[in-house]
């Protein structure tokens, strides 16, 4: 089967800096995705990872250990406008992704 | 600007009604996808299409139908809604991919069920 899990919430405050952990087990491992929803909207691409290391884009970075089947999304100078959910997904065989359940972060001033 | 569209971005029907939902994608994409979202929970993937070719998932109700009939349009069809299935509906294109795996996603369409 198929399956991944991360945080259900995560509180920080501005300017700081959180980890959102996601672990996954799956067959057929292509890479693991990071989205971002807010309220009302829909899913927004934020970083895809298909080898170990860690992919800086901008204040976000995603990490991936493919050994450890774990990843998580790193956020930087925390802003109001990030409180989202983001979800985990993985890629397993052709264009075949699955989300987890999605972690709540509300950003407090 | 390159998008996907979806509509109605509302649309409420009756219990058993059939209803048609539809997608449409200026990416030129060979993938469009069709998901689930209920309130706090994350999407879930009812099928896709990979230019023609149809892939359902195992426990996607026989209920839910989808239709392709170019790159650029996808409809998703419910032949008897049922309170159970009042949700965001949301449509997401990818290229053909060696596993990178982007999805643009469209604004969805929220079904309420009567």
């Known amino acids: 089967g198929q399956s991944l899990e991360q945080p259900s919430e995560v509180t920080a405050v501005e300017g700081a800096i959180v980890q959102i952990n996601c672990t996954y087990q799956t067959s057929g491992f292509y890479g693991l995705s990071w989205y971002q929803q807010h309220d009302g909207g829909a899913p927004t691409f934020l970083s895809y990872?298909?080898?170990?290391g860690l992919e800086e884009t901008g204040r976000f970075s995603s990490f991936l250990s493919r050994s450890d089947s774990y990843g998580y999304l790193l956020l930087q100078e925390l802003q109001m406008k990030d409180s989202a959910s983001y979800f985990c997904a993985v890629t397993s065989g052709s264009n075949d992704m699955r989300f987890g359940a999605g972690t709540r972060l509300t950003v407090k001033p | 600007d390159a998008m996907v569209i979806q509509n109605p971005r509302y649309q409420v029907t009756q219990f058993g009604k059939p209803v048609t939902l539809s997608c449409s994608q200026t990416?030129?994409?060979?993938?469009m996808y069709w998901y689930q979202q209920k309130s706090s929970q994350a999407p879930k993937l009812l099928f896709h299409y990979y230019d023609k070719d149809f892939n359902n998932e195992a426990d996607t109700p026989d209920n839910f139908q989808s239709r392709r009939p170019n790159t650029s349009f996808c409809f998703l069809d419910i032949r008897s809604p049922g309170l159970g299935d009042a949700a965001m509906y949301l449509c997401?294109?990818?290229?053909?991919?060696?596993?990178?795996?982007?999805?643009?996603f469209g604004p969805g369409t929220r079904l309420t069920v009567l």
């Open positions: 990416l030129n994409h060979n993938v």
């Open positions: 990872n298909a080898l170990d």
């Open positions: 997401a294109t990818s290229t053909i991919g060696g596993g990178y795996n982007e999805q643009f």
